[in-house]
Nanobody
């Protein structure tokens, strides 16, 4: 069982930066690929970024490429999402996820069905 708790969301102006964190419980965090998804009202949940268990490989949605950076600290059981140059269209609830059924995989899945555990989400609001 993996429990994920996100933090770091908030209200910022366009152009600002935020760093989201996701603290994971359990000793097996370092085995799993992790990801960030987001969902805004009236829209489907979308993939934002993912990272393999070792941190060697990452993947980003085109909409955030060059602005967001995903990283992890396995010693701290923590996943991060550094978000720079935020835009109003980045406004959403951001969810941390873990792909526990694919330990030690070097592939980063972009579909939600590949992830088994989800956090409760943290709201990010970007004003224009």
């Amino acid at each position: 069982q993996v429990q994920l708790v996100e933090s770091g969301g908030g209200l910022v102006q366009a152009g600002a930066s935020l760093r989201l964190s996701c603290e994971a419980s359990g000793r097996t965090f370092s085995r799993y690929g992790m990801g960030w998804f987001r969902q805004s009202p009236g829209k489907e949940r979308e993939f934002v970024a993912g990272i393999t268990w070792s941190g060697a490989y990452t993947r980003y949605a085109d909409s955030v490429k060059g602005r967001f950076t995903i990283s992890r600290d396995n010693a701290k059981n923590t996943l991060y999402l550094q978000m720079n140059s935020l835009k109003p269209e980045d406004t959403a609830v951001y969810y941390c996820t873990a792909a526990a059924n694919y330990p030690y995989s070097n592939a980063v899945a972009g579909r939600g069905s590949a992830y088994d555990y989800w956090g409760q989400g943290t709201q990010v609001t970007v004003s224009s």
